[in-house]
């Protein structure tokens, strides 16, 4: 009890991911579940680069492909960055809080490696649509395959070559309706990628897509 005391302090939210990627015509679905938890995710991932994906979402035509992973999470929301940047006091972006998340997270299927991330975040105050309300969140960290990352893209004069370090990038989207309290749904991008040669060569990495459930304590 009072190791998971200290963990509280820490962190704000435990969560759980799982995800499978399916390839071609069709979609992947994926569910996790713990019994003491504070976010759980059901993902799927598709085989486009990032640029790609808000436009196959929208148009419902996203290539999955056979990949699977799970996913333990723990995440710290702080301050607001109005009380760390002054320069940002008294504009919109004041209100946008910052934290940072721990990722652990093990594949199955095309690849069978764990990977360890690490990301600062920022999310958005909610945005009140009536009943139901919703912010934006993203991460920008580093993330570490601890194994042969065989499903993803190697680069294109060596497309056998796999890096274990690249950027992780997370997009989030959480969904909340009046009178669930703590309780949210959560969409996610989980991406790594070289960053254009800066980590890694260009045409590396992969996008995951996750939806799941979030209670925060």
Not at 49 to 54: C, G, R, S, V
Not at 90 to 105: F, M, R
Not at 137 to 149: D, I, W
Not at 151 to 167: A, F, I, T, V
């Amino acid at each position: 009890m009072h190791l998971w005391g200290r963990v509280e302090h820490a962190v704000d939210e435990v969560w759980i991911i799982a995800g499978r990627v399916h390839r071609g015509p069709g979609t992947g679905r994926t569910c996790a579940s713990v019994v003491r938890f504070r976010r759980s995710l059901c993902g799927a991932g598709g085989g486009h680069n990032l640029k790609e994906l808000p436009g196959r979402i929208v148009a419902g035509d996203i290539a999955w492909e056979k990949s699977y992973f799970n996913a333990l999470g723990f995440r710290k929301t702080g301050e607001a960055v109005g009380h760390s940047w002054e320069m940002l006091r008294g504009t919109p972006l004041a209100a946008i809080l910052q934290g940072y998340e721990l990722v652990l997270a093990q594949h199955h299927g095309m690849q069978d490696n764990a990977e360890v991330g690490v990301a600062y975040t920022l999310r958005t105050p909610d945005l009140e649509l009536g009943a139901a309300g919703v912010n934006f969140a993203t991460g920008v960290g580093l993330s570490y395959a601890l194994g042969t990352p065989s499903y993803e893209d190697g680069p294109l004069n060596d497309p056998g070559k796999r890096y274990r370090l690249q950027l992780l990038l997370l997009f989030d989207l959480e969904w909340k309706l009046r009178g669930y309290g703590d309780w949210s749904l959560v969409t996610r991008v989980h991406h790594r990628s070289g960053v254009y040669g800066l980590i890694a060569p260009s045409h590396v990495g992969s996008n995951f897509l996750a939806l799941g459930i979030r209670y925060k304590f």
